[in-house]
């Protein structure tokens, strides 16, 4: 059985309590509309962690567009549902003014990491992103928080972010799940029409037909730009961006590191992004 | 007997064999050069807490001055033997490499309460303070932090950044240690000559005289502007502000809430920051 709880007053009483019998807690925030994505994330959780909370809070400061805020899918009840049977120990739903008490004028800034990329693009959110996940990390005091690799760039600035506060948590990275055409699953998938939908798979076959490209020796920015074509012409439009970047610190892609190729696009009106890995040949 | 630590991996295992046992961990954040003021901070740690860290560390990003900086009194050896008589369990001396990991990208802002005074006239200061304590929080994972009342605003901005941030601590203010002719005591007073540190004292007396003067219904502006003339004219000069402000936000104050009086002024090269309560008269 799920606990619902709302309060942090409540919630420092459980993770106390926890904490004194030594079980280690793990979360997985989430702004709701769960998917199989956050089942998955979920039960990582639960293979890991004596204890597990998801938390669940659309939050007003990461996003930068207000009809993206006010169109975000809220479906606590089904949420609430969904999750039972996994057995989460607590379903945390916070209201804004119990994740930001009155007066609230801290913001936590990641640089580099969170500059180019989805930060270009949406200014303000990983500002939004790092504070909030800061406080839910605090408010929780979990021991390991998982993320899924959807949020490729998301996770690089809260890796950085623990990493530079010393926060006692740990980062869990967990693959994107795909629907069967491959598509990522997403929230916002649920705003495309039957027909997007259908469309919406060229993102992930592209993004991985570019990667082998490039992995096969292509040079990159013919390939990238190719790519964008194909993308516009099927209706992805616009491609904010594709690009290829170094894995961790989201800069310039380096031989003999790890890579990502990384992209966001416009469909239906719906903004998708994805990513995938990419092993660089060696430099010749 | 004080044990120095200067690994985050050797504190780490120390507070978790404390925290296990059940001990409540106080830590007393310092830049060393420690004198009545920094002791009378660790004499309340021990008197609340199972445990106590003294931390030293002579923070680079809270000096908006590359000289101030330089200058600032490193005394690490006279620093662990005045400590040690006191009984303070470890005394925290990590190196910048330590406290802030290879690529350090993460910034801790506060808002409102950081931005006048101190904030004005240090641009980019409380930014380094707010972040740098924060680190230490959650490197010693202490339950208390004790802070003195003479870096007041400095207070306000910790205060508001923890409640923000929900960070599981609490923080306790302790009063300024002043010298018997009324000077707050203060790591940089060791860099005055000695006639200037014989004339610094009026700096205090100034405070008080005028916070009587508001307090007895005095015009506030006029109150303030003649003060400022009595400390030009004693040399204390230039006087970087001498304001009237509410006592926690920092902002205007306000008749029937806390006020405080805060100054900063140069005397013989040396900036000397000071501040006193003010009950402001009921509104008439």
Redesign the interface.
């Known amino acids: 059985m799920t606990r619902i709880v709302r309060s942090?007053a409540e919630l420092r009483d459980l993770t106390r309590d926890w904490r004194a019998a030594g079980a280690t807690i793990g979360v997985v925030p989430t702004m709701g509309a769960l998917h199989d994505g956050h089942l998955s994330l979920v039960r990582a959780a639960q293979a890991e962690c004596d204890r597990v909370i998801v938390t669940l809070f659309v939050n007003p400061r990461q996003f930068n567009n207000a009809e993206d805020f006010a169109k975000y899918p809220r479906t606590e009840d089904a949420d609430a549902a969904i999750l039972s049977p996994l057995g989460a120990d607590v379903l945390f739903v916070p209201d804004a003014a119990e994740v930001?008490?009155p007066?609230?004028?801290?913001?936590?800034?990641?640089?580099?990491?969170s500059e180019p990329l989805e930060g270009a693009h949406r200014p303000g959110h990983f500002d939004g992103v790092?504070t909030v996940v800061?406080?839910l990390f605090?408010?929780t005091?979990a021991d390991r928080a998982y993320f899924g690799e959807k949020d490729w760039q998301q996770l690089q600035v809260v890796r950085?972010?623990v990493?530079?506060?010393?926060?006692?948590i740990q980062i869990v990275p967990c693959p994107a799940i795909r629907a069967a055409d491959g598509l990522a699953l997403s929230s916002r998938n649920q705003r495309l029409s039957p027909d997007a939908r259908a469309r919406a798979a060229l993102l992930p076959a592209v993004l991985l037909d570019t990667a082998a490209r490039i992995e096969a020796g292509g040079t990159i920015s013919p390939t990238l730009a190719g790519a964008t074509v194909k993308l516009v012409e099927a209706g992805l439009s616009p491609v904010e961006y594709l690009e290829l970047r170094d894995a961790e610190?989201l800069g310039e892609a380096q031989p003999g590191r790890p890579a990502r190729l990384l992209v966001a696009a416009w469909l239906d009106g719906v903004r998708l992004i994805d990513n995938v890995a990419v092993t660089l040949p060696a430099q010749g």
């Open positions: 942090l930001y008490p007066g609230h004028a801290t913001t936590i800034s990641v640089s580099g990491v790092a800061a406080l605090n408010m005091q950085r972010m990493a530079d506060l010393h926060l006692p610190s």
